[in-house]
């Protein structure tokens, strides 16, 4: 049987619930949302009122920050009920996800209504955090398990990339399967199989390894600074690190999480970690005052106002219970080892150093990394599962067996065993047969297997094709030149792929020069197109402007020409250029991304033309590219263009940055044809595809002409940045550049609205970009960016 998501269900409509419903909703799938009536209301009331709860969450979700919609648009693919009085609605659902509160009797109660309306054929699953699925499913039929199983979202659900997929012994392996694919590709989901054992593997490791280090703190006098300071981008995990990462989720959750857990675990040797005497009596003082983190403004951390005026973040004492100033922790071996290269390297650097900050690590990381040997296969089935997991669902960069790749195996069990963390019994005959290593690798250093703990020996690593990464392709010798900023490789079927080398892959003179290597490059008749994109935190962040002012006037016109030339030269090549943009494409990071035949995004792009922040205009063809999106198709028709000249204007005007994908496209900065992919792991891979697919077909294109407004459209600009400034929204300086911003966007002000070459408006950019380059005020605000990475308002 095949299967389709067209239609889903959700049913609990707090924070998670209603960010899945949303998530789904802008893929494309039609939803219904229900949760419990409104109190006080009976059958026969006016939906309006029975609905209020579901209304009331759908409302809080739209305003939540950082958003929970890729765009309000969203929400028109969303539609509400109550289970009362609207269950019988799931009768056409493919799938139904349950979210409602963790009670077993009430997930119970809840499916026995399903089993009796839902779709024969619906998938029917469960979002609960640590319930046995089992017991939610106990005394239905066989037909209801076959398609029964748990997904546990992590939330939020739009941007946290793992989902936990909980299958009951019952449940179709074809349906599993369907699901799995659904939410890699649809969802953008990292998947992992996990076995129906108390919190499955994410919260398992969350609260275990979480309570270790708050009881060596407490048992070894460490502060909440120093251990937070030692265990967050130090040893490559998210700046939140341990006690943050409490006030983060809710201490009150993760306390309630513990506790729980350590009552469903009584096989689990190291379950006394969860009820360390130390630690349960700071939990108790910390619940019965409110000290439950961020949502109550206090928790191991609390914001406090000095007598300066200024906030900062003041740490809880853990022996008096007490908030101290801050400090800034110091170790020798942080000092020593922190930039060092890759992470496992300063891993293992730490662990072995002698000092305090060493110490902690060492005891952290063998409890960590031998508890994780002890959960394979009673929590998941490989060693893989386990590592994606914390990669996945807790922006680890190494997962625990990654972690002891690097330390070393063989000479890290003994220690780890005399010092009372005991290893699994499948790893230490790992190590006896000669093995050294749980991952695989080939001569190149790429991975290609992992120990299986079932098959005692190496088995292949399943790779998804579309997942291609650039460290795989340096490894497999296919680079093909590189600078300092830059390097172009051969991604195989006659694609090439330009990557950003430079630090927070800004713009400079080498960057526009590895871009220029790729399009000579291009000519070769060996290679058919081009994919623009890396594998950093970020596509790119702009022009570097340490290195636009260095030469001069005269340097800062030819940088400018330069990358005007690249992006026009990339954009009309002879074969297609296809960028592949995702997290911040922000100045010429953006004008970047509009630089190539057609774009392929991740879904999580916060892209925009953000110049004016440091007095400046977008002068590497952003302006015109703009024009030519959004104000050529309305000109062709003969349209009145006001209305798109002043959108684009203020995106420039106030450095308007999408908060996704979809957004950037209602923004014009992708255009309707662009393909947005929800993987980030598969994005080079969707926009090879894309490029192969348009190279079959692809005729050269020449520049077409834009439209110029003239001064009709110029004045009406200059109108509304009056009242921009009138009403306290625009300094005098703001004014000053916007009109220079639409002098640009109008032609130079031509005295009738006319077709115009590109080039006219790219000479106005830069001429322009110059002009202000010059203001006093402009250098202000570059130097007060560079200075502290902050916009200033002058």
């Known amino acids: 049987m095949s299967y389709a998501i067209n239609k889903a269900v959700v049913i609990g409509s707090g924070t998670m619930g209603g960010g899945i419903a949303t998530l789904l909703a802008g893929v494309g799938v039609d939803v219904l949302l229900l949760d419990i009536p409104a109190k006080d209301t009976q059958p026969g009331d006016s939906p309006r009122k029975r609905n209020a709860i579901v209304e009331g969450n759908l409302k809080s979700l739209k305003k939540m920050r950082p958003p929970q919609l890729f765009e309000d648009a969203v929400l028109d693919r969303v539609s509400i009920g109550n289970i009362d009085d609207d269950l019988g609605k799931t009768a056409d659902a493919d799938w139904i996800i349950e979210v409602v509160v963790e009670r077993l009797d009430i997930k119970q109660s809840l499916m026995a209504k399903l089993a009796e309306v839902a779709n024969p054929n619906a998938i029917i699953t469960t979002n609960t955090s640590g319930l046995p699925i089992h017991k939610i499913a106990e005394g239905l039929g066989a037909d209801f398990k076959r398609r029964f199983m748990g997904t546990h979202f992590f939330n939020p659900p739009r941007y946290l990339r793992l989902l936990e997929i909980i299958p009951l012994a019952e449940t179709d392996p074809a349906i599993v399967e369907f699901i799995q694919e659904f939410a890699t590709v649809n969802l953008g989901k990292g998947v992992v199989i996990a076995k129906d054992e108390p919190n499955f593997i994410g919260n398992r490791f969350m609260s275990m390894v979480g309570m270790q280090a708050m009881n060596y703190a407490l048992d070894h006098g460490y ?58 009596e700071l939990s108790q003082y910390m619940l019965d005052n409110g000290m439950l983190g961020r949502k109550s403004g206090k928790g191991f951390y609390q914001m406090r106002r000095g007598d300066d005026g200024g ?90 067996f990654e972690i002891w790749d690097a330390i070393g195996i063989a000479e890290t069990v003994p220690a780890f065993e005399e010092a009372g963390y005991p290893v699994a019994d499948w790893v230490k005959q790992m190590v006896d047969k000669g093995y050294t290593a749980f991952y695989q690798r080939d001569a190149n250093g790429k991975v290609v297997g992992y120990f299986d703990v079932n098959a005692m020996d190496y088995v292949p690593l399943e790779r998804d094709p579309m997942e291609i990464t650039i460290a795989d392709l340096r490894a497999d010798g296919k680079q093909l030149d590189a600078n300092e900023d830059g390097a172009v490789y051969d991604m195989g079927d006659g694609v090439l792929l330009w990557e950003f080398t430079s630090k927070q892959n800004t713009i400079t003179a ?285």
Request: proline share 5%; net charge negative.
């Open 311 to 400: 906030k900062a973040l003041w740490a809880l004492d853990l022996q008096t219970k007490e908030y101290q100033p801050p400090t800034k922790p110091r170790f020798e071996s942080v000092g020593q080892h922190r930039k060092v290269e890759p992470v496992g390297e300063r891993i293992r650097l730490m662990m072995n150093a002698d000092d305090r900050a060493g110490q902690f690590l060492w005891h952290h990381h063998a409890f960590y990394l031998a508890y994780a040997s002890n959960r394979v296969p009673e929590i998941t089935d490989n060693i893989v599962n386990i590592d994606n997991a914390q990669k996945w669902g807790f922006g680890h960069q190494l997962g625990p």
């Open 223 to 280: 502060t909440v600074e120093e251990v937070d300071a030692i265990t967050g981008p130090l040893i490559g995990r998210p700046k939140t690190a341990t006690f943050n990462l409490n006030d983060l989720v809710g201490f009150d959750v993760a306390v309630y999480v513990s506790r729980n857990l350590y009552d469903a675990i009584p096989d689990d040797p190291q379950r006394d970690v969860l009820a360390h005497p130390a630690a349960a």
């Open 510 to 794: 080498k960057f526009i020069d590895m871009g220029w290597r790729a399009l000579e490059l291009l000519d070769d008749p060996a290679y058919v197109a081009l994919v623009i994109s890396n594998d950093a935190e970020r596509f790119s962040i702009g022009a570097n402007l340490a290195d636009s002012m260095a030469g001069g006037v005269e340097g800062i016109q030819q940088m400018i020409k330069r990358l005007q030339d690249l992006t026009q030269a990339l954009r009309y090549a002879p074969k297609p250029v296809i960028t592949a943009p995702f997290n911040m494409a922000l100045g010429g990071g953006a004008e970047m991304m509009m630089a190539g035949t057609a774009t392929v995004a991740h879904i999580e792009l916060y892209a925009g033309l953000v110049e004016v922040g440091v007095g400046l205009i977008p002068a590497g063809a952003g302006c015109k590219e703009l024009v030519r999106r959004v104000v050529n198709p309305l000109a062709v028709t003969g349209a009145y263009v006001l209305p798109a000249m002043q959108k684009i204007f203020e995106a420039i005007a106030t450095a308007k940055v999408s908060e996704s994908a979809k957004q950037a496209r209602n923004m014009g900065l992708l255009g309707p044809n662009d393909k947005i992919v929800m993987n980030r792991a598969r994005l080079l891979g969707e926009a090879k595809q894309y490029a192969l697919a348009l190279s079959k077909t692809y005729e050269p294109r020449q520049p077409e002409k834009v439209y110029a407004a003239g001064a009709e459209v110029y004045a009406a600009m200059l109108l509304g940045l009056e009242q921009f400034r009138e009403a306290g929204y625009a300094s005098d300086y703001d004014v000053f550049i916007g009109k220079r911003l639409a002098y640009i966007l109008t032609g130079g002000a031509l005295s009738e609205p006319q077709w115009v070459d590109q080039q006219l408006i790219l000479d106005l950019e830069r001429q322009v970009f110059v002009e202000l380059m010059m203001q006093e005020k402009t250098q202000q605000r570059v130097m007060h960016m560079l200075q502290t990475n902050k916009p200033l308002r002058n």
